[in-house]
Nanobody, 121 residues
Framework: QVQLAESGGGLVQAGGSLRLSCAAS??????MGWFRQAPGKEREFVAN????????YYADSVKGRFTISRDNAKNTVSLQMNSLKPEDTAVYYC????????????????WGQGTQVTVSS
């Protein structure tokens, strides 16, 4: 059974940092990524990384501030978020795809439950 378990969300002031982690179990994937959904808005792409290839892709809104990384030995993917802004406030979801994305991850086969990130001004 595939499980994706997120951790690391919380409340932080604008300009601060948070690190999200996603522990995957059950199988290996082609790509993993992060999406987010703010209240009243649709879920949007944040970043993705290949599992066996070192390719990353970021949404323009987070480029230069967020860094996605993976630890294959621990089967985890992390999202380091720096210079956080109030508009980054959302529920962040870990996503896993059987396909390998070399560009933007457009769909996922598996989703985590989500972790809340709140950035105060």
């Amino acid at each position: 059974q595939v499980q994706l378990a997120e951790s690391g969300g919380g409340l932080v002031q604008a300009g601060g940092s948070l690190r999200l982690s996603c522990a995957a179990s059950g199988r290996t994937f082609g790509s993993m990524g992060w999406f987010r959904q703010a209240p009243g808005k649709e879920r949007e792409f944040v970043a993705n990384i290949g599992w066996s290839v070192s390719t990353t892709y970021y949404a323009d809104s987070v480029k230069g501030r967020f860094t996605i990384s993976r630890d294959n030995a621990k089967n985890t993917v992390s999202l380091q978020m720096n210079s956080l802004k109030p508009e980054d406030t959302a529920v962040y979801y870990c996503a896993a795809s059987l396909a390998t994305y070399y560009g933007r991850m457009t769909s996922a086969n598996y989703w985590g439950q989500g972790t809340q990130v709140t950035v105060s001004s």
